[in-house]
Every structure is written in structure tokens, then in C-alpha cells.
């Protein structure tokens, strides 16, 4: 089964509503996960506190190989400073978390995405596909990116990352509970990973 961590913020309904899903708090429950998804829409400064509570159980089950998901903010607080909150989040990831420029800042609705592997998470989605995108904060790193996204305003173009990978670790910048039927697929393909 996967679970839903509750950070206090976030569209969790609209996660657990295509998968067989979990929604707790509770450390213990965490623990014994099978899967874990942290969903995010919010402000960093917000649930750091929360998850400051949370980071030695997030780590030891992200150690154990098993399949984590975060979503946008629940991406974002795997990372190392965030200029959000000017804070660190739990540090698992290499980057750090930067605010877009004004211009292009807040980036809300649908992007094409670019996939940059045959991931399993990809499984019936097609290259260039629309998500759903609400966020005035992005990921730089200098790790893989496993999909990508072009921000554009009248007088540039930005690429951020919309999807990371590293080992058992997903995470999407798009809200895929928000994206229609790609979103939702990608929600089964990720509950349906190999434990």
C-alpha cells in the first residue's frame, strides 16, 4: 500500500482518489510504508516544522530503496537550501531550491514535458505531454533530470526540471493529481512500481 504523507498542506484528496492510498502523519506508519508519496502545494516555511519531525523516518525509508514520490513542494524539500523559507530542507538531494524570476514567476498551468528516459513511471504516457504546473520555486541540480520543462515569457525562455530521479527516489515539479488522465497514470504507474 501507499502512503500519503500529511504535511498539513497539499491536494491530498485529489492523490489518494486514483490510488489505493493511506493519508497519515504518524511516524510509524511511515515506516512501514510500502511506497511513499508527499504531495505539496504550499509554502516551505510552512511545514518545515512538521517535517523537521519527519526527516529521520523519511531519510531511513528513502535508505531502504523502497519507491518515494514527491510532488512539487514534496520535491522540493528533498533538496538542500531553499530560498523559500531560507532554510535547508532534508538535504537528501544535490541543489537547491530557487526562486523563479519575476517575469516568469508564479508559472501556473499546463507545459508539455519532455522525457529524457523510458522510465517506468512514463509507462503510457506520451514524450511532450501537458501537466498541470502551479509553483514560484524551482529545482537547480546538477543530478540527472528525468523530464524536463520550458517556462516562456515574452522575453525568454527558461528549462527547469519537471521530473528527478536518483535510485528509488521520483519526483515531479507538476501537480500529476491535477493533470487529467497523464497525471493519473503516472500516479498508478508509480503505485504499481517493484518493491
Known amino acids: 500500500m501507499t502512503t500519503i ?3 498539513g498542506l497539499g491536494n491530498i484528496s485529489n492523490v489518494k482518489r486514483p490510488i489505493e492510498g493511506k493519508v497519515t502523519n504518524d511516524p510509524y506508519e511511515i515506516e512501514k510504508a510500502e511506497k511513499i508519496i508527499i504531495p ?4 516551505f516555511s510552512e511545514i518545515k516544522d512538521d517535517l523537521s519531525k519527519l526527516k529521520g523516518v523519511i531519510s531511513d525509508f528513502i535508505e531502504e ?4 514520490l514527491g510532488i512539487c513542494l514534496g520535491m522540493q ?23 523563479l524570476k519575476n ?40 543530478m540527472p533530470v528525468e523530464g524536463e520543462t520550458r ?10 526540471p519537471a521530473v528527478i530521479k536518483s535510485s528509488n527516489i521520483y519526483g515531479t ?3 500529476p493529481e491535477k493533470s487529467g488522465s ?4 503516472l500516479l498508478k504507474n508509480f503505485e504499481l512500481l517493484e518493491v
Not at 505539496?40 to 509554502?43: E, L, W
Not at 514524450?127 to 520555486?137: E, I, L, P, R
Open 5 to 7: 504523507v500529511d504535511l
Open 40 to 43: 505539496g502545494v504550499g509554502n
Open 65 to 68: 530503496d523502497k519507491p518515494f
Open 77 to 99: 524539500v528533498l533538496f538542500g537550501y531553499n530560498e523559500e523559507g531560507g532554510d535547508k530542507g532534508l538535504d537528501i538531494l544535490e541543489g537547491e531550491v530557487k526562486r
Open 103 to 142: 517575469n516568469l514567476s508564479p508559472h501556473i498551468g499546463w507545459n508539455t514535458v519532455r522525457f529524457t528516459s523510458e522510465d517506468p513511471l512514463f509507462k503510457g504516457i506520451g514524450d511532450g505531454s501537458f501537466f498541470y504546473f502551479a509553483h514560484s520555486y524551482y529545482v537547480e541540480t546538477k
Open 151 to 160: 517556462l516562456r515569457s515574452s522575453c525568454e525562455t527558461f528549462q527547469i
Open 173 to 175: 515539479q507538476f501537480h
Open 182 to 185: 497523464d497525471g493519473l497514470k
